[in-house]
């Protein structure tokens, strides 16, 4: 089973190195705190399809590419 601090690793990483967003910048599109932002980052709280669709379009990028991990084969699982 995977742990919750993998859970959303590429959003981390995209949204830190690829894209340079800061949490702040996240919260703000999530309308959230940047806490509670931070705290779905480390996989403390999960991330609402709303929000994913949020954050794939800020980063232009797929569902796929920035929560690789929710999908096989291109299928939600």
Not at 21 to 40: H, I, P
Request: overall charge positive; aromatic content about 10%; proline content about 1%.
């Amino acid at each position: 089973m995977e742990s919750k601090q993998t859970r959303y690793a590429e959003l981390a990483y995209i949204r830190r190195v690829v894209k340079k967003f800061s949490a702040q910048e996240m919260a703000d599109l999530l309308e959230v705190n940047k806490e509670t932002y931070l705290r779905s980052e480390r996989g403390d709280r999960d991330i609402t399809l709303e929000e994913a669709v949020k954050i794939a379009q800020k980063f232009n990028m797929t569902l796929v590419d920035v929560f690789p991990k929710f999908f096989v084969n291109n299928v939600a699982v």
